[in-house]
C-alpha cells in the first residue's frame, strides 16, 4: 500500500503544481502585455507624430515637408497601410503640377514643354509604384483606390482610370474624390465643363492652402470661356500663404485664355468706317441660325450654341449641332447627353434613354445625364427602374446637386414605387 500512497502523492503534487503555474501565468500575463503594447504604443506614436505632421504639410501645400515627414515614418513602419496610403497621396500631388503644367503652358515654350514632360514621366512613375504598395497593403481602402486612379491618369491611361471609377462613386461627395473624378474628365479632349466645375468647387471647398484643386479650378473655368471666374480664384490661389508653384504659368494662361475686345472698324486713309452696313430695301437680314453658326473648330462654341438652340426650342438646329460634336468625339458625354435631351423634347423616350445610357457608359458619374435618364425613364412610365436611377444619385451625390423632386421618387423599403409623389411632375 506505500507504493501506492507515494505515487498518489506525486500525482496531487504535480497538479497543485500546475495550478500554481497556470495562476501564476494569468497573474503576469498582463504585466508582459503591457510591457509589449507600451513598446508597440512608442512606436505607433512616432510613426503616427510623423503622418501627422506630413499631413499638416500636404494640407498647407508644404511638399518638401511633407515628404520628410513621411520618409521618416517609413523607417518606423514601412509596410504600415496609413504610411503607404500618405506616401501615394502626396506622390500624386506632386506629379499633378508637370501634369496641369502641360496643360497651360504656351505653345511656343518648347525648351519648358520638354523639361516639364520629362519631369511628368518622372513623377508618375513613383506615383504608380506608390499607388501599388498602397493598393497592396489596403485594396478596399478608398484613398489606395483614389491613388490608384489618379496614377493611372496621370500617366494618360484614361481607359483603365475610369474601370475602377465604380468602386469610389458612393464617395463622390467627399472633397478628394470629387477631385480625383473631375481630373479624369479634366484629362479627356473635350471636358464635360459644368460637371468638373462643379466637382472642382467641392473639392475646394475642401483644401486647406494646398491649392491642387483650386489650380485645376482656375484652369477649367479659363478652358470653359469664365475668364472673370478663372480671374477670382487665381486671385484666392494667389492669397495663399504659401506660392503655388504654377501661379505665373496659371495667370498667363488665364490672359491668353480671356477673350479679346473685338477690333474697331477699319479706317481707310484716315476715315473710319460705317458703323452700320447699308441695307437694301426690301432684303431680310440673316436669320438667327447664320448668327449663332459655330466654328467647327470651335466645339465650345459648338456647344453653346447647341445648348441655346435647344433652349429656344430649335430641335432641328440643335441636333445637327451636338451630332457634329459627337462625329468629331464620339466620348463627349455632354453632347451625347444633349443629343437625349434634343430626342426627348421631341417625344422620342426610346432614343432619348439610348442616348443617355452611351454618355453614362462614357462617363458614369455625369449628373445631367443620369438625371436625364431617370426622369425620361419616369416619364416612360418605367417607374421601377426609374426609382432605382433615382436612388443611384441620391446615394452618390451631396444634397444640393439635384433636384428635390428626385429625393421624394426615392421609395422606402415598404413603399411601392409606382406612386409619383406629391409635388413631383412627369415633365421634370
Known amino acids: 500500500m506505500a507504493p501506492r500512497r507515494r505515487v498518489g502523492g506525486w500525482i496531487v503534487g504535480f497538479a497543485l503544481l500546475l495550478v500554481v503555474v497556470v495562476v501564476g501565468w494569468a497573474t503576469a500575463r498582463p504585466y508582459f502585455a503591457v510591457h509589449e503594447s507600451a513598446a508597440a504604443a512608442n512606436l505607433d506614436t512616432r510613426a503616427q507624430s510623423f503622418l501627422a505632421d506630413g499631413e499638416s504639410a500636404l494640407s498647407d501645400g508644404n511638399l518638401d515637408v511633407s515628404q520628410e515627414d513621411f520618409d521618416k515614418a517609413s523607417v518606423l513602419a514601412e509596410k504600415d497601410a496609413r504610411v503607404l496610403l500618405d506616401q501615394a497621396r502626396l506622390a500624386a500631388v506632386k506629379a499633378d503640377i508637370p501634369w496641369l503644367k502641360l496643360r497651360v503652358l504656351a505653345p511656343e515654350a518648347t525648351d519648358e514643354l520638354r523639361m516639364t514632360r520629362a519631369q511628368l514621366d518622372e513623377t508618375v512613375a513613383r506615383a504608380r509604384r506608390s499607388a501599388d504598395e498602397a493598393e497592396a497593403a489596403a485594396p478596399e481602402d478608398v484613398g489606395a483606390l483614389r491613388a490608384k486612379i489618379d496614377a493611372l491618369r496621370l500617366g494618360g491611361d484614361l481607359r483603365a482610370a475610369r474601370a475602377h471609377v465604380p468602386k469610389v462613386l458612393a464617395r463622390a461627395a467627399q472633397p478628394e474624390t470629387a477631385y480625383v473624378l473631375a481630373a479624369i474628365d479634366l484629362a479627356e479632349p ?124 430649335d430641335y432641328p438646329r440643335a441636333r445637327q449641332l ?107
Open 322 to 428: 451636338y451630332s457634329s460634336i459627337v462625329d468629331r468625339n464620339p466620348n463627349d458625354s455632354e453632347a451625347l447627353s444633349g443629343l437625349a435631351d434634343v430626342s426627348r423634347q421631341q417625344g422620342s423616350l426610346a432614343a432619348a434613354i439610348a442616348d443617355y445610357r452611351r454618355a453614362i457608359a462614357v462617363n458614369p458619374s455625369y449628373l445631367p445625364a443620369l438625371l436625364g435618364l431617370a426622369d425620361t425613364e419616369w416619364a416612360s412610365g418605367e417607374r421601377s427602374k426609374a426609382s432605382h436611377d433615382y436612388g443611384d444619385i441620391v446615394d452618390r451625390f451631396p444634397e444640393g446637386t439635384y433636384p428635390g423632386y428626385v429625393s421624394k421618387r426615392v421609395p422606402s423599403p415598404a413603399q411601392p414605387a409606382a406612386a409619383d409623389p406629391a409635388g413631383a411632375t412627369d415633365n421634370q
Open 190 to 313: 473635350e471636358p464635360p465643363w459644368a460637371t468638373v466645375i462643379e466637382r472642382l468647387r467641392l473639392a475646394v471647398a475642401g483644401e486647406v492652402s494646398a491649392g491642387r484643386a483650386r489650380a485645376a479650378l482656375t484652369y477649367a473655368l479659363a478652358r470653359s470661356g469664365d475668364a472673370e471666374g478663372a480671374r477670382s480664384e487665381l486671385s484666392k490661389l494667389d492669397a495663399l500663404p504659401r506660392p503655388f508653384p504654377l501661379l505665373p504659368t496659371l495667370r498667363a494662361f488665364v490672359e491668353r485664355s480671356a477673350p479679346k475686345p473685338a477690333a474697331p472698324p477699319a479706317e481707310i486713309k484716315g476715315r473710319p468706317a460705317p458703323l452700320v452696313a447699308p441695307q437694301r430695301t426690301g432684303v431680310s437680314p440673316p436669320g438667327p441660325a447664320a448668327a449663332e453658326a459655330p466654328s467647327i473648330a470651335d466645339p465650345r462654341t459648338a456647344m453653346q450654341a447647341a445648348s441655346q438652340a435647344l433652349r429656344k426650342g
